[in-house]
């Protein structure tokens, strides 16, 4: 982001103090990453910040007078199709807040000079509450008609997505600043997908969304997920990757209900601090987290849990690690990414004082995969025994072997024909390794 040119303008009318001067600069510096140079002709300006002073009424009554004249400057600009976001920052911020935009509806957001690290969210969510999106090509709706359309399936199994975008906006992360708000698909569009994919032969689909269960079509994801398994021929539907907070009753039932939908959960938790979780604005507890994951678990006992989680967040002490891996002895995943935290310019986190050492980040990811993949490890060897439903996809690397997935996800080798290719077929297992399964048809299918 830091690299390129700057794409937007940004006039920043500064009143008052020195302090205000100063603030005015980081508050460039915070929009930098944004694309946002400063420019000293408000007309041309695509974001207008007033730091403004509130010592003498006088002061605060210069603000309204030039707010009425940037008025004049966004509707010109409008005029011409261009936008201009007018933010009211400074002490008359502080004290008058949102009666501000009360009196002067033009403005697009307020923000107190303790939050001017918070102005690139809080534009990011000024311009969805008007309805714009990031700069793309398409608006989402024309992009995924003009993609799905005549889409040829290389398998057996297809993405498909619902979703897309995030209004989480956890500290760490760049999604909510470079794939815009959450937007879902109409359900009928998706319907009409899914029901192509599976007269060209699809068995299985995983709906895709940055929030995928924050999808917010008619239904809910539930009702999606409902209406797709009424699809003939389309066996498995998968989906990922989830929020916490969204994990909503209806979604759990149909973990219970609905047989299509398979015992599969990627639900990302990050950390098990709560001092951390907090820091990193996930709107869920460790506590609450382990609460969804027995809810889900007792809808569908037998299903297996993802996740992902990020080491060395900033302020990240090795009591709040241990609570990390203390969360992730008590959910026993199947399976996780785990990343070290790293730091995105203009992300609140990337200005947050206590960076951890490269070393103490190396160390606990070190750490905290062994843990996972030794629990990895052990839900695949407690399938050993077990006959599962297989859906074979491709041919092995041996020749005369299949590859397939259990409803777990989970990668199975067999030694079966061809013709078993895009089938549901059981398979026991015979042995399970950290990263896949083996096992053998019964003994009917070996000659089918
Ligand atoms: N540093 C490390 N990991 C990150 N993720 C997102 N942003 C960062 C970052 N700045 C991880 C989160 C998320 C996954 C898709 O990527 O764990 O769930
Ligand atoms: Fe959104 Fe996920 Fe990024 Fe959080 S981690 S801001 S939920 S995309």
Request: charged share 25%; net charge neutral; proline share 6%.
């Amino acid at each position: 982001m830091s690299e390129q040119a700057p794409a937007k303008r940004l006039y920043i009318k500064t009143y008052g103090c020195q302090m205000n001067v100063y603030d005015s600069e980081r508050m460039a510096d915070v929009l930098a990453p944004f694309g946002y140079g400063v420019t000293d002709d408000p007309a041309g300006a695509d974001l207008v910040v007033l730091n403004t002073c509130h010592i003498r009424e006088k002061a605060t009554e210069k603000v309204y007078s030039e707010l009425g004249q940037i008025k004049r400057l966004k509707e010109a600009r409008q005029a011409e199709g261009l936008g201009m976001t007018i933010a009211v920052a400074g002490c008359v911020a502080q004290a008058e807040g949102e009666e501000i935009m009360r009196r002067q509806p033009a403005v697009d957001l307020v923000v107190g000079p303790q939050a001017y690290h918070q102005l690139p969210e809080l534009i990011a969510r000024a311009h969805r509450a008007r309805g714009e999106r990031l700069a793309a090509d398409f608006a989402p709706d024309e992009k995924f008609d003009v993609l799905s359309t005549d889409r040829r399936p290389s398998g057996v199994t297809a993405f498909l997505t619902v979703q897309e975008g995030c209004d989480k906006f956890c500290t760490f992360c760049v999604v909510p600043y470079t794939r815009g708000g959450e937007w879902s698909r109409p359900a009928d569009a998706i319907e009409a997908e899914a029901r192509a994919l599976a007269e060209k032969g699809v068995r299985e689909v995983t709906l895709l969304g940055q929030n995928v269960n924050a999808y917010d079509g008619e239904g809910g994801l539930a009702g999606l997920i409902r209406r797709l398994a009424k699809i003939p021929g389309l066996d498995r539907i998968r989906y990922t990757t989830s929020h916490p907070r969204d994990m909503d009753e209806a979604l759990i039932a149909a973990h219970a209900e609905v047989p299509q939908l398979m015992p599969y959960l990627h639900l990302p938790v990050q950390a098990g601090s709560d001092r951390i979780l907090r820091a990193m604005n996930r709107a869920h507890t460790a506590e609450s987290y382990l609460r969804v994951i027995e809810k889900v678990r007792a809808a569908r006992p037998d299903i297996a849990i993802s996740g992902d989680f990020i080491v060395g967040f900033p302020g990240e002490r090795d009591s709040d690690f241990e609570a990390t891996l203390q969360l992730v002895r008590e959910v026993r995943y199947a399976s996780c990414f785990s990343f070290k935290y790293s730091r995105r310019p203009g992300t609140p986190a990337a200005a947050m004082p206590g960076q951890v050492p490269e070393e103490v980040k190396e160390e606990r990811l070190h750490r905290l995969q062994a843990l996972l993949e030794e629990q990895q490890a052990a839900f695949n060897a407690a399938q050993v025994g077990r006959t599962l439903p297989v859906l074979f996809e491709k041919p092995g690397r041996h020749p005369g072997q299949l590859v397939g997935r259990s409803p777990y996800l989970q990668s199975v080798h067999v030694t079966a024909s061809d013709r078993l290719l895009g089938q549901i077929v059981p398979v026991k297992v015979e042995s399970g390794a950290r990263n896949s399964l083996s096992g053998a048809l019964l003994g009917e299918l070996e000659t089918a």
